[in-house]
């Protein structure tokens, strides 16, 4: 029997799916509660953020948008923390140490994925590098290894996950 065929092998690339899409939904629901928590403190809507995301659809009529903009925004929101989920189950299928420490290197990873939306992703979108804004940008920092320490925990929390505190054991 090949190592492409073995039951272990069959059973890693079953579950790989299931474990993205829960590691997707936490991540995105951390991200969603901070995004619309700071809409709210801000004085906006709560549909806001997700109005805005959409715009990246639509433009800037998102803005106006109802239901259905909120909807938008809402589907891509998530299908961009699913996008994150996946690249972080990727990962700890090829660095142990992801596995052997996941929330450790989900605080990195909360902070590479802050690194890229708001030195990659924002930039692009908008035209605009964001400025530091003290509390409210250590707040967005925080926020994305939120996000990060979710979907570390949701990879790894199934009956089926590694041991975490074996790096020999990083295959899933």
Not at 61 to 67: H, V
Not at 127 to 146: E, I, N, S, T, Y
Not at 157 to 163: D, E, F, G, K
Request: charged share 10%; with cysteine.
């Amino acid at each position: 029997m090949t190592a492409a065929a073995s039951p272990a092998t069959s059973q890693r690339g079953r579950d790989t799916l299931p474990r993205i899409v829960a590691a997707g939904l936490a991540g995105g629901a951390i991200d969603l509660v901070y995004a619309s928590g700071m809409a709210l403190a801000n004085g906006n809507p709560i549909a806001r953020p997700w109005q805005v995301v959409a715009s990246g659809w639509i433009g800037r009529e998102a803005g106006q948008g109802s239901a259905g903009v909120v909807a938008l925004g809402l589907a891509t929101h998530f299908g961009i923390a699913a996008c994150m989920a996946a690249a972080y189950v990727l990962l700890a299928r090829r660095v142990p140490v992801v596995v052997a420490r996941p929330y450790a290197t989900a605080v990195l990873y909360g902070l590479i994925l802050y690194a890229v939306m708001y030195l990659g992703v924002l930039p692009l979108r908008f035209g605009v590098f964001p400025k530091w804004q003290d509390g409210r940008m250590a707040l967005d920092v925080l926020a994305h290894v939120g996000v990060a320490l979710a979907i570390a925990w949701a990879v790894v929390r199934t009956p089926t996950a590694i041991n975490p505190k074996s790096a020999t054991a990083a295959r899933f």
